[in-house]
Nanobody
Framework: QVQLIDSGGGLVQAGGSLRLSCAAS????????VGWFRRAPGKEREFVAA????????ISADSVKGRFTVSRDNAKNTAYLQMDSLKPEDTAVYYC???????????????????WGQGTQVTVSS
């Protein structure tokens, strides 16, 4: 079992920055990939970024490339999403997730993740 706690959201002006954290408890965080997703009001949950268990490979959505950076510290059982140059369209609830060891597929698919955080609200004002 893995429990995830998302934190770090808040209200920020356009152009500002936030760093989200995903703190994991349990024994299986360090050998699993971690993904970040978001859901804006009235929209489907969408992929933001992901990082492999070793931290040496990351991918991100085109909409956040060059602005968001995903990282992890396995010694602290924590993953991060650094968000810079925020835009009003980045407003959403952000969720972290840990991959299941029993599924294959792209890190951008929601169904490859087994454990999810509760989400943290990010609001970007114009």
């Amino acid at each position: 079992q893995v429990q995830l706690i998302d934190s770090g959201g808040g209200l920020v002006q356009a152009g500002g920055s936030l760093r989200l954290s995903c703190a994991a408890s349990g024994s299986t965080f360090s050998d699993r990939g971690v993904g970040w997703f978001r859901r804006a009001p009235g929209k489907e949950r969408e992929f933001v970024a992901a990082i492999r268990w070793s931290g040496d490979s990351t991918i991100s959505a085109d909409s956040v490339k060059g602005r968001f950076t995903v990282s992890r510290d396995n010694a602290k059982n924590t993953a991060y999403l650094q968000m810079d140059s925020l835009k009003p369209e980045d407003t959403a609830v952000y969720y972290c997730a840990v991959r299941s060891p029993y599924t294959s597929g792209s890190d951008s698919f929601t169904w490859v993740y087994r454990y999810w955080g509760q989400g943290t609200q990010v609001t970007v004002s114009s």
